[in-house]
Nanobody, 128 residues
Framework: HVQLVESGGGSVQAGGSLRLSCAAS????????IGWFRQAPGEEREGVAG????????YYVDSVKGRFTISRDKSKNTVYLQMNSLKPEDSAMYYC??????????????????????WGQGTQVTVS
C-alpha cells in the first residue's frame, strides 16, 4: 500500500520560512517524479515544484523561483520543500504527489496532475 504523508506546515509571518516534508511508504521512489501542489480556498490547484528523485532535476512555478527549493533524501524516501521569504499569497493547503512509474522523467509535465497516481492528505500553510 503506497502512502504519502506531508508535515511541516504552520502559521508564520510574512518573510518567514517553513520546510515541508513528504514521507513515502510502501514504495521506493528512487527514480520517480514527485510534485508539490497547493490550493487556496476558492482557487484551482496549482503546481509549485517538482523533482526527479534519481538526479535531482528540479522545476518551479515562476512565482516561487528564488524563494523555494525542492530536494530529496533517498535514504529516507522523503522529499522536502524549503520555503523562504514567504508571502501572504503563499497561504494554501500544500499537497505532495507521486508518479510511481519507475525511471520516468518529470520534464514539462511536472505540474500535470493527471500523471500522479498517489496524493497525500495535505498540510496547511498560513502566512500573515
Amino acid at each position: 500500500h503506497v502512502q504519502l504523508v506531508e508535515s511541516g506546515g504552520g502559521s508564520v509571518q510574512a518573510g518567514g520560512s517553513l520546510r515541508l516534508s513528504c514521507a513515502a511508504s510502501g514504495y521506493a521512489f528512487d527514480a520517480n517524479c514527485i510534485g508539490w501542489f497547493r490550493q487556496a480556498p476558492g482557487e484551482e490547484r496549482e503546481g509549485v515544484a517538482g523533482i526527479y528523485t534519481a538526479v535531482t532535476n528540479a522545476y518551479y512555478v515562476d512565482s516561487v523561483k528564488g524563494r523555494f527549493t525542492i530536494s530529496r533524501d533517498k535514504s529516507k524516501n522523503t522529499v522536502y520543500l524549503q520555503m523562504n521569504s514567504l508571502k501572504p499569497e503563499d497561504s494554501a493547503m500544500y499537497y505532495c504527489a507521486a508518479d510511481s512509474r519507475h525511471m520516468t522523467y518529470c520534464g514539462p509535465s511536472w505540474s500535470y496532475e493527471g500523471r500522479f497516481g498517489h496524493w497525500g492528505q495535505g498540510t496547511q500553510v498560513t502566512v500573515s
